[in-house]
């Protein structure tokens, strides 16, 4: 068969396909035309065109009114399907059309297609470089750059975390205490930062105290420091001689500064990686997950059959 070529008058196209045709619906055509002879997508499609075609927008049957669509119309969808691609809901679409006409994915995915290519033809400010795709790809952009740098800062605060876990696990173990200072060690490399703490004596054994929370070394410098914590000064502690003497973030836990509940301070620095780590973390993650499924549903992208 030709159906570009020399169209055979003996196979007729059936009233409803022509009333399909006369009512400007193209795709409700093709699809009558399928159910009747039994054969492909493209061929009905052919079919279809080629009669289209040969009439030269004169009457479709010798009985049928008269066809007023101009060449080129953008063909006609069922409202819900139309409603959905309107909202840029492809995938709904679709899904709609195989409900209505019982259409296999792959053809109801070429005629959501074709009425798109219509549609962006006759307005081409619709299409995908549109103000509003413009501005969606910004807001992408944005969220997925804020979901990187939070996770970043979290992975940061981490060792953190890790530290104050580690003493609230060990926390029976810690026990009250006076760490006599000898020297103090300040160090600023540009690279890892500021570093300060102190040398000294605790229960007659060499240790080393660092803890950025007993003063702003920043601000004081070296010679503030140095004033405000003299060689011979006592400073109260929790001290645990099984516990790790890693340095964390430049904090020591094998000696901690002594508060009058140790588990609770722990658990409030815990609490603020949670408050402004985490939750902002997560918060984003879902937010960058609902534009991904935003703009699977709207680009071209179609998933198998199952999960329509």
Known sequence: MDPGGTFPHVIQLSDKVLEALNKGNKIEAITLLRRERSIGLKEAKEWVEAYDR????????GTGPERDEAPGAVPQLPDDVARALARGKKIEAITLLRRAHGLGLSEAKA????????????????GPESGHTRRFRAARLFVYSAVLASFVWAMVNMVDVASSVIVLIYRGGYDRARFTIEKLVYRNDHKGGLSW??????????ERFYAPSLADGKALGYRGLKERFPPGTNLEVWYNSKVTGTLFQHRTIRVIPYTPDLAGSEKSRLLWWVK?????FAALLFLAGRISRRNQESGSTIPPASTL
Not at 54 to 61: I, M, P, R, Y
Not at 112 to 126: D, I, K, R, S
Not at 199 to 205: C, F, Q, T
């Open 54 to 61: 040969k009439q030269n927008g004169a009457s479709l049957s």
């Open 276 to 280: 402004f780590c985490l939750v902002p």
């Open 111 to 126: 005629q959501v297609e074709e009425f798109q290519t219509h549609l962006q033809t006759a307005n081409p400010g619709a």
């Open 197 to 206: 703490g102190f040398a000294g004596k605790l229960s007659g054994r060499g």
